[in-house]
């Protein structure tokens, strides 16, 4: 079957660095993204991976390694707007988008 | 960048009636359409996918009969919920997808369906 693993919660400090692991097994594998979702929101898209590496947009970066079936999202100098879920989501072999249950990611001060 | 819309953002109504939530592609011909459903504190459950011109693909285990899902053009997409019932109350989410394949999906910012 397909999977999607990622941690349920985590908890990070203001100004911090934080990583979001994803590791996955699907049948085939066209891409991996990234969303935000605040809560009562929908999600927003954040990164997008093909190709094995980091991908760096501004604060955040994402990592896939396709050999591994795994994948981070590494949010840096926190800011208490980061508060939200992280969702995992990897396209498989017929372009539908398989999805993890998302990290709730806490800010603290 | 590519918009969605959504339209209602939020509806209540009473058990037994139809409600009908639209989705459209506001910059970009959306040839296909996806339905999702978010209870609480839960990942996102795909639905159905539709296809402009086409019939609807509903996922294993959501009824097709109730949630009705009609794609007319490239740019619209229809979902509508038949005789809801309490347990239908939900987050109800379109997302859309150009003409390739391979783009990722935008997303609507979402309907809140309550069914008293």
């Known amino acids: 079957g397909q999977n999607i693993d990622q941690p349920t919660e985590m908890t990070a400090t203001e100004g911090a660095i934080v990583q979001i692991n994803c590791t996955y097994q699907t049948s085939g594998f066209n891409g991996l993204f990234w969303y935000q979702q605040h809560a009562g929101e929908a999600p927003t898209f954040l990164s997008y991976?093909?190709l094995d590496g980091l991908e760096e947009k501004g604060r955040f970066s994402s990592f896939l390694s396709r050999s591994k079936g795994y994948s981070y999202l590494l949010l840096k100098e926190l800011q208490m707007k980061d508060s939200a879920s992280y969702l995992c989501a990897v396209m498989d072999s017929n372009y539908q988008l398989i999805w993890g249950a998302g990290t709730k990611l806490i800010i603290k001060p | 960048g590519a918009v969605v819309s959504q339209h209602p953002s939020r509806v209540i109504c009473k058990s037994g009636t139809s409600v009908k939530i639209e989705c459209r592609s506001l910059?970009?011909?959306?040839?296909?359409m996806f339905w999702y459903r978010q209870f609480p504190k839960q990942s996102l459950m795909l639905m159905a996918t539709?296809?402009?011109?086409?019939?609807?693909?509903?996922e294993q285990g959501v009824e097709k009969d109730k949630f009705l899902i009609n794609h007319a053009s490239l740019t619209l997409s229809t979902l509508t919920v038949t005789s809801a019932h309490p347990e239908d109350s939900s987050f109800y989410i379109c997302?859309?997808?150009?003409?390739?394949?391979?783009?990722?999906?935008?997303f609507g910012p979402g309907t809140r369906l309550t069914v008293l």
């Open positions: 991976n093909v």
């Open positions: 997302s859309a997808r150009g003409t390739s394949d391979q783009g990722e999906q935008f």
């Open positions: 539709s296809n402009e011109g086409s019939k609807a693909t509903y």
């Open positions: 910059d970009f011909q959306a040839t296909t």
